[in-house]
């Protein structure tokens, strides 16, 4: 690992860790991973230390339904990327419960085969009440890993419905797996989850109708452009005609053009590992095609711009509602906003426009 910068202000135990994380030590990557997590003092300076190192490794996002095998298809993805010889990253969601507040962390469970790899570096976080699929430090700790220098790593959401696609802000390539029995649930899905998708596949292929299913994509992903009908290529490329051409054909066409990317379809089976190489040699296109033709800088651009806009927003929230004479202030509205001589918006704008010394000075 590249010797890292200390910042100003760095405490002892901070400086020991990042002396920690040169040497390579997996321990202190565990403890740096936590200290980003749980947001405690001192994680902004980390973070900012390690940002030169970010953005060597290949981010993959895989999404889908409650109960498509995410976690198993991470864990046979894995032991293939450790057959070449790559360190693995993974990042695994899982729902917190809003009873009790805590998470059952299956998905590490299911992991147990990749988890005491010395090349593997696996992480479960809960979501702890935030949207999107993910927790709300996701990004932040696959800066750490990425920084760390692993060569790749995987992002498991939660199972996810239409609303939930932080994943494509968070990952280089967005995988979404489906299993025979969304093909019920493919018109609702393609609002979308299904836009998403630089990959899709089709898991259990086992099942009765996984076939059919990976038909109904490819017809979804021609009509989604509204040109289905005509001469011309869907939105993503494909050809409607060319359905009565066998499916591999279909893809390693659409991999020859550098400045489109037609999703592949595939199907695989995560219990045994069919169509496994297939699909990491489909990640693998994906991921040239991002760099042949700018997209991955675009993207990478992009995830910076949403970061320093989430900085912003949570240090905002913070100052502002961490601020005992800002929290009088509002209390002082309730009874005008309750007896309808004021509303809100009233409100939020007189917050504004008293607030500006604090959101703009430093936090204390």
């Not at 890292?4 to 002892?12: H, K, N, T, V, W």
């Not at 339904?65 to 360190?87: C, M």
């Not at 259990?204 to 990976?214: E, H, N, Q, Y």
């Amino acid at each position: 690992m590249t010797a890292i910068s200390l910042p100003d202000g760095a405490s002892a135990p901070l400086v020991r860790l990042l002396g920690d994380l040169t040497a390579g030590r997996k321990a202190a990557l565990a403890r740096a991973v936590s200290m980003v997590e749980d947001g405690r003092p001192g994680s902004d300076l980390l973070l900012g230390a390690l940002h030169p190192l970010v953005g060597r490794a290949r981010r993959i996002g895989l999404t889908g339904p409650p109960g498509a095998g995410k976690s198993t298809l991470v864990a046979e993805l894995v032991k293939l990327l450790r057959t070449q010889g790559l360190t693995v990253g993974v990042v695994a969601v899982d729902p917190t419960s809003p009873f009790s507040g805590g998470a059952l962390l299956g998905d590490r469970v299911r992991m147990e085969s990749v988890a005491l790899d010395p090349g593997v570096f696996i992480r479960s976080m809960a979501t702890r009440g935030s949207l999107g699929g993910l927790a709300a430090t996701t990004r932040e700790v696959c800066d750490v890993l990425d920084a760390f220098g692993l060569d790749r790593i995987l992002i498991e959401t939660v199972g996810v419905g239409q609303s939930e696609l932080d994943i494509a802000r968070t990952a280089d390539t967005s995988l979404v797996v489906l299993v025979p029995e969304s093909g019920d649930a493919i018109q609702t899905l393609k609002a979308g989850l299904m836009e998403i998708a630089d990959v899709f596949v089709v898991n259990k292929a086992d099942r009765p109708g996984a076939d059919r299913l990976r038909t109904d994509i490819e017809m979804m992903l021609g009509l989604r452009g509204g040109s289905a009908m005509q001469n011309a290529p869907a939105h993503h490329g494909i050809d409607l005609k060319s359905l009565t051409t066998p499916h591999s054909s279909r893809v390693a066409a659409a991999d020859d053009s550098a400045d489109k990317w037609t999703p592949a379809v595939l199907r695989s089976c995560g219990s045994t590992g069919e169509g496994l190489p297939e699909l990491l040699a489909a990640l693998d296109r994906h991921f040239a095609y991002l760099e042949r033709s700018g997209e991955l800088a675009v993207r990478r651009r992009a995830r910076l711009r949403e970061r320093v806009k989430d900085v912003v927003f949570q240090r905002l929230a913070r100052r502002l509602w961490g601020d005992a004479a800002t929290n009088a202030w509002i209390d002082d509205q309730i009874a005008g906003l309750a007896e309808g001589r004021t509303t809100p918006y009233v409100v939020a704008d007189a917050l504004l426009r008293r607030s500006g010394t604090l959101m703009t000075g430093e936090p204390a």
